[in-house]
Every structure is written in C-alpha cells, then in structure tokens.
C-alpha cells in the first residue's frame, strides 16, 4: 500500500512541557488510523502540527511523498488533508447547505457545481432534510455530521477526525461510527482521535498510543490492547473506571 | 411649519443616511472580518475626497467620472494598510490595535495638513449641480446622486459579500478562521480584500461627497463618529444593520434639527446611540 502520510520524529514543546517528543508514524492508503491517549498527552498538538497550525520544534512530515512542514494550513488543505475539530468550527450564522458549499468551493469548482457536491455530501451524512437549517439550530451530534460533510465536499485523501464520537450522546455514536467506515470505504486514509476504546478498536487498522508527548506503540488493535504501558497509561484507568 | 417642509427633512435625512450607511458597511465590514475597528476610517475617506480633488484639479476628472479611480486608490491603500500594519497586531491585545489603527489616523491626518495645508477646498462647477423639483420637494443634486451611488453600492457589496464564492469565504473566515483554513481559504488573502472591500466603500461615499462638502484633513471626523454610530447601532459586522442604522441616523439628524433645535441635531443621534447600548449592546442586528 502506498504511504499517504510519513510523520518522523515529531517534537513541539510549549515552554517547558513537551507536548510531542519524537512522535513517527507512517499511515497507508485506505488505512484508518486510531490515535488514544490520556487528555494532554499530545493528540490534538499532533493534528496542529499536521495540518500547519503549529510549526515543530524539529522532525518532518510528508504526505505523498513530499514535505508539509512549514506549508499554511490552507495550502496543506488544498493538499488533500481535510480536518474536523474537538470543540467544533461550524459556521453558525450559516445554513448547513453553506457551510457545505465552503467546502466545496475549495475544490476549484464554481457555485452551481459546489451547490450539488455540497447536496450530495449533506445526504451522504444523513442530513438532507436539515440542509436550509443554520448550523447554530443543529444538535452536537448533526454538528459533527456537517463538519464531516464540510471536510469531505473538499474531497480530501487523508481524513483527520478529532473526538468525531465526544460530546454526543450513546444513541448517536453507532450513527457516527457507520459514517467513518462508509468514508473509509470511499478509500479515504482516516487519522482519528477517540476516547472512546469500543469504537476505537471496532474501526481501527492501526492504532498509535500516545501517553506526555512520547509514542507508546504503534500497532494493530489486538496489539494494543495487550500492551502493558498502553494499560497503565490509558486502558488500565478505563478499565479500572469501568468496573 | 408646513407638511412640505417635514417631507423635506426626511427626505434629506434618508438621502444623508444612504451615505452614512456605505460609510459605516465599510467600517463594519472590516471589523466584522477580522475584529479591529479601523480608527483611521475618517481619515481614509478624507484621501477619497482628496483623490477626487485633485483629480478634478489636475486631469479635469469631475468626481462621479473619477469613482473607478478613487475606489482603486483606497482599495491600494487598503490592502498597503493590512500588509505593513494590521497582519502584525492581528493577534496582539485589542489596546495594541486600538493604539495602531489610531495612530494611523494621527499619522494621515497629519500627513495631510503637511501635504496639502489645513485649507478648506472645494470641487467647483461640478457635473452635478443645481436641484431637482419633485412636487414642491427641493432635492439637491450633488446629494440626490451620491446617495443613490452610495445605495447601488450598498446593494451591490451586500450582493457580493451574501452571493458570490468570495463573499462565502469572507464571510467564512469572518466566524471562524482556523475552520476556513482548513477548506483552503487564505485567510490572509481575504483579511486584505477586506480592507480593499471597506476602503472602496469609503472611497464612493468620500468621492461622491466630494461634490458638496469642503474638503480639508480633518472632514473625516464627523464622519467617522458618525460610521462608529451606525456600526454600534445597527450591530457589530451586520452589514444590513448598518442601512438601517444609517438611515435612523440621517432622519434624527434632519428631525431632530427640524423639530427641536439644530443647534443639538448630533446631541440627538448620539442619544438614541446611548438608548440602544443601553437596552441592546449588541446593537438592532447585531449577534
């Protein structure tokens, strides 16, 4: 499979914490890359480095074969790298169709043909009938569902999904699973952040385990789920919460 | 008093509050984009109504054929503005941006009096002069087309900003940058476009002036309060708040004087300024 996204030894401190330390990863085409770890452990910092909003204190990091860093994040955009966000960016004064329609206007494609990419996307997240609603009368879950739709009209190869299944209730989450594998299946590269471990070990290929900035491992689920640092750092205080 | 007469001072209040309304969509527009409330807007359309000036002086351009020219001007100085100042402070504290878009203002008001004197000046025998008769109603000319350049302008931004692909991704970047960011929108780009955007609004509304004001560096004053007024009123960044709070500008200007004493017509629109702050700080279409 080819490497769509090549991270190598990633490292950003913020005074004197090291939010990522050496963090190398390598994501394959078609892959859906699952990324744990406790909250501060550097996830959301390694999406920002990514996608350009932060600038790293050293390391590299390619996608297809060529080097981001240092690009701005609309250029890394325009790229192919679509993300959604923790605390979600709608653009709340703006219908679902809209905020839709932003995005596929980054493909270079004029109104008329961004308006039925944007419908296309819209039904594609199940929202179709809320598509003249503004984005600030829809619920967390259908907030999650357009940043989706916003991200996939840019027609990205590589997908990051930021806590896609936080903050919704349990109802919602199968929905929100089914939607990840169905873009997956379109053969978008997925990197997800999740707290959620049931639905992080269902979608996963390859899971990437954080714990202060620093690679734990970087393995199959099956893998991870057995490694003991993984445990203490992340599953044990799960585990242990959940019983 | 006759109804004549009452008829007279809205109409004139409404013609001056189309004006206003274009100054103000200007200003709005830029702090509805990227949150810096430009200070300097007075004096940027004191250089629009200098750039007509002397067009007209040099070239013989009368102001409503030097429109393209001047826009382009203040569209110039606009994006000049975003680049050599506002993109270092976009971040900064709001005391660092109020300091920075105020000294600008310093700064070109100041520059003006060194360049061209404290003088008043006028544009003579324009192309527009004289008045129009409509039932008894006298209109001056000079305001009757300024103010109907300054609504087709209006429209034409409101337009623009609500339907075109540009307009989407202004508006875009104005909620949330990082978010239209990441769909490929330059958010630089789109900061100086609107700085290009406010200062050709400014420039229509300054060169059309031009016509029947005296121009001088500091014309733009009254002006800017006035735009600060609308802004304020009609609600931070809403582009249609600012024709509605435009014209209840210009008709309290023109009543009030009217009907009370026109000695406080601006004692009056900054009483209704403090009515609305007061009761809805967020102004009458503001967020």
Known sequence: ?243 | MTIEIIIQAIISGLLMGFIYALIAAGLSLIFGLMGIVNFAHGEHLMLSMFSSFWLWTLLGLDPIISIPITMLILAISGILTHYLLIRYILKAKMIVQICATFGLSVFLRSLAQFLWTPDFRNVGNPLLEGRLEIAGIFIGQPQFYASLVCLLSFLLLYLFVNKSETGLALQATAQDRKAAETLGINSNKMFALGWALGLSCVSIAGTMMSNFFFIFPDVGVHFALFAFVAVALGGFGSIIGCLIAGIIIGLVESLGGLLIDPSYKLLYVFLIYLIVVIYRPQGLFGR
């Not at chain 1, 990522?20 to 999406?47: C, Q, V, Y």
């Not at chain 1, 480095?49 to 690009?71: A, E, H, M, Q, R």
């Not at chain 1, 929202?127 to 967390?140: G, N, P, V």
């Open chain 1, 1 to 243: 499979m080819t490497v769509v996204l090549e991270v190598e030894n990633l490292s950003k401190s913020f005074g004197g914490i090291k939010a990522n330390n050496n963090i190398s990863f390598r994501a394959s085409s078609g892959e859906i890359i699952g990324i744990i770890g406790p909250n501060g452990a550097g996830k959301s910092t390694l999406f920002d480095l990514i996608t350009g909003y932060t600038k790293p204190d050293s390391g590299g990091v390619k996608f297809n074969g060529k080097s981001i860093l240092n690009l701005r994040p609309d250029l890394i955009s325009s790229l192919g790298i679509g993300r959604t966000f923790q605390k979600l960016k709608p653009f709340l004064d703006q219908t679902l169709l809209e905020n839709v329609i932003i995005g596929a206007l980054a493909t270079g494609i004029n109104l008329n043909q961004a308006r039925d990419k944007a419908l296309e996307m819209i039904d594609f997240v199940d929202l179709i009938d809320k598509r003249h609603y503004f984005a600030k009368e829809l619920s967390t879950g259908q907030r999650k569902r357009l940043e989706l739709a916003r991200a996939m009209a840019t027609e990205p190869k590589l997908l990051m999904m930021d806590e896609v299944t936080g903050g919704v209730d349990q109802k919602t989450v199968p929905g929100l699973v089914e939607l990840i594998k169905k873009l997956n299946k379109l053969g978008v590269t997925i990197l997800t952040i999740e707290h959620n471990m049931r639905v992080i070990m269902d979608i996963s290929h390859k899971i990437l385990a954080l714990d202060q900035g620093k690679k734990i491992i970087f393995d199959k689920p099956k893998n991870v789920q057995l490694n003991e640092k993984v445990i203490d750092a992340y599953l044990g205080v799960v585990n242990a919460t959940t019983s």
